[in-house]
C-alpha cells in the first residue's frame, strides 16, 4: 500500500515538473495562436511570412523571458509580477520585431490593423495560459494531489529558513510534518514562535519515513555534524523517501548564489558575478544603446553646462576621478567639475552641506544629479553601466573595505550612474558607518536579484526622485 501511494505522489509530481516544461511551448502558442486569429478575422490565413513572423516572436519573446525574469515567476508565485512580466517581454519582442521589419522591410506586407489586433492580443493569450496553470495547479494542491509531505531535519535558523520558504510558495507542494532533530540550536523560546514545534529526534524521522508518513526530507543539518548526517543517509537509504541537503554555508550572505559543474563534480557560487554570457550581452548592449541615445538628445544641454562651468569658475570642465569598477580596477569616471578643488589623491574629503569648494553652479549641478551627465561616456566605453552599485572615490574604497564586512562584493559588477540604493534614499554624505552600510547592503540586493526588468525600475524611479532629493551636496 505505501508502495502504491509513494509511486502514484511520485508519478504526479512527474506529471507537474512535465506541466513546467511546457509553460515555453504553450506561451509559443499563444503567440502564434493570436496572430493566427487575428489573420482570420481579417479573412486571411497563415502563410509562409505570417508564420515565419509568428515563430521569430515567439523565439524572441523566449530568450528575452529569461532576461526579464518571466521564466522564473512560476517558482515565486506572484501573479501580478508575471502579469507585469509578461507585458515588459512581450513589449521588448515588439520593439524587436519593429527594428528587423525597418532593417529587412519584411512587415511591409502585414497590414497595420493586424498588426496592432495581434500585439494586444498576444499577451493576453500568454498570460490567459499561465492563468489556467496556475488555477489547476492550485487546486490540484488544495485537493491534496501532488503534494508532498516534507520533514525538516535540523531545528535551526536554516531549518527555519527552509521551512518559511516551503510555506511562502504553495506551488511548490510541500506540506510540513515539522521539525526533527536531537540537538536544537538556538532554539527560540519567545511567544511568538510558540507554534514552532520539534516533531521528534532524528530516530524518530526515520521510523516515520520507513513508515510510509513522509516523502521528502530535508536536511538542514551543520555541515560539522557529519556523523549525525551521516547516520541519516545510511537509516533513510532503506526507504523510498527523496532526500535534500541544504548546506548550512547558506545562511552566510550570498552573492547570486548559482549551481555548476565541473568536471562532473557539483558546485555552488557563493560570490558571483549575475552578469555572464546571454545576460551580460542584453544589459551591455541596453546600455550602449540607452546612453548613445541620451548623449544625442542632451548633447546641446551638456555643451551649455560646460560654457557656463568655463565662464563661471577656473579649472576644467570635466573631472576625471580614479575609482573602483569591475573586480576591483581602477576607472577613471567623468564628472562635470562642480568645486574649485580636484581631490584625487590617497585622502578625499566627502562633499558636505555648505561645502566652501563646491561653487554656486556646481552646488546646481550636483543637486540635479547633472553632474554625473558625462558618465554616459563611462557607460559607452564600458567601464560602467546605467544601473549599478554607486562607484566611491578610491580613498574612501580603502577606508570602508576594513570597516564594514563584505564591501568589496559590490564590485562583482560595473559601478553604474544610478542604483538601488540611490532610488532608496541612500545618497549623498555618508558621515557615519551605519549610512554606508546601509547603501553597502542595497547593493548587494541589487546583485542578488539583478534582471533587466530590476534596471527598468531603477531608471524610471531615478527620474522621479532625483529632483526631490535633498541629501545631495
Request: glycine letters at 8%.
Amino acid at each position: 500500500m505505501q508502495d502504491r501511494t509513494f509511486e502514484k505522489r511520485s508519478a504526479i509530481a512527474a506529471e507537474r515538473r512535465a506541466l513546467d516544461l511546457l509553460q515555453p511551448a504553450l506561451d509559443a502558442a499563444g503567440i502564434l495562436g493570436s496572430l493566427a486569429i487575428v489573420k482570420f478575422v481579417a479573412r486571411g490565413g497563415i502563410d509562409d511570412a505570417a508564420l515565419v513572423l509568428g515563430l521569430l516572436a515567439a523565439i524572441i519573446f523566449l530568450i528575452l523571458s529569461k532576461i526579464t525574469g518571466l521564466a522564473k515567476t512560476s517558482d515565486r508565485g506572484n501573479a501580478n509580477h508575471e502579469i507585469v512580466a509578461i507585458v515588459l517581454t512581450w513589449c521588448m519582442t515588439v520593439m524587436l520585431l519593429a527594428v528587423i521589419g525597418f532593417a529587412t522591410r519584411y512587415a511591409g506586407g502585414f497590414a497595420r490593423s493586424v498588426m496592432f489586433a495581434w500585439i494586444v492580443l498576444a499577451p493576453m493569450f500568454v498570460a490567459l495560459s499561465r492563468m489556467n496553470i496556475r488555477i489547476v495547479q492550485q487546486s490540484a494542491i488544495r485537493r491534496g494531489y501532488g503534494t508532498r509531505r516534507v520533514a525538516i531535519a535540523g531545528m535551526n535558523a536554516l531549518g527555519r529558513q527552509t521551512l518559511a520558504n516551503i510555506e511562502g510558495d504553495p506551488a511548490l507542494g510541500y506540506r510540513s510534518v515539522g521539525y526533527f532533530d536531537d540537538r536544537v540550536e538556538d532554539r527560540p523560546t519567545t511567544e511568538s514562535n510558540e507554534t514552532e514545534t520539534l516533531a521528534g529526534n532524528l530516530a524518530d524521522l526515520v521510523q516515520r519515513c520507513r513508515d510510509g508518513q513522509i516523502d521528502t526530507v530535508m536536511v538542514t543539518l551543520p555541515m560539522r555534524a557529519e556523523d549525525r548526517i551521516r547516520y541519516l543517509f545510511d537509516q533513510l537509504s532503506d526507504t523510498t523517501v527523496s532526500v535534500y541537503i541544504v548546506p548550512d554555508f547558506f545562511v552566510f550572505e550570498l552573492l547570486h548564489s548559482r549551481w555548476t559543474n565541473v568536471g562532473g563534480l557539483p558546485a555552488v557560487s557563493v560570490f558571483e558575478n549575475p552578469l555572464f554570457g546571454v545576460d551580460g550581452m542584453f544589459k551591455r548592449a541596453t546600455d550602449f544603446a540607452l546612453a548613445f541615445t541620451g548623449l544625442v538628445v542632451i548633447a546641446i544641454p551638456m555643451t551649455l553646462i560646460a560654457i557656463a562651468i568655463k565662464l563661471t569658475s577656473k579649472g576644467p570642465v570635466f573631472f576625471r576621478q580614479r575609482r573602483y569598477g569591475l573586480d576591483g580596477k581602477e576607472i577613471l569616471v567623468w564628472k562635470f567639475r562642480s568645486m574649485r578643488t580636484c581631490d584625487n589623491g590617497a585622502t578625499v574629503k566627502q562633499a558636505t552641506k555648505g561645502d566652501p569648494r563646491i561653487t554656486p553652479l556646481g552646488g546646481l549641478l550636483r543637486k540635479t544629479s547633472l553632474d554625473e551627465l558625462p558618465q554616459l561616456f563611462n557607460v559607452i566605453e564600458g567601464t560602467m553601466s546605467l544601473v549599478g552599485p554607486r562607484p566611491h572615490a578610491t580613498a574612501h574604497n580603502e577606508q570602508y573595505r576594513g570597516l564594514i564586512h563584505g564591501y568589496m562584493l559590490r564590485h562583482k559588477v560595473k559601478p553604474g550612474i544610478t542604483g538601488l540604493a540611490q532610488v532608496n534614499g541612500c545618497r549623498g554624505e555618508t558621515e557615519t558607518i551605519d549610512k554606508m552600510e546601509k547603501r553597502v547592503q542595497w547593493d548587494h540586493q541589487y546583485i542578488r536579484r539583478w534582471s533587466l526588468w530590476l534596471d527598468l525600475k531603477i531608471l524610471v524611479k531615478t527620474l522621479l526622485v532625483v529632483w526631490k532629493q535633498d541629501t545631495a551636496y
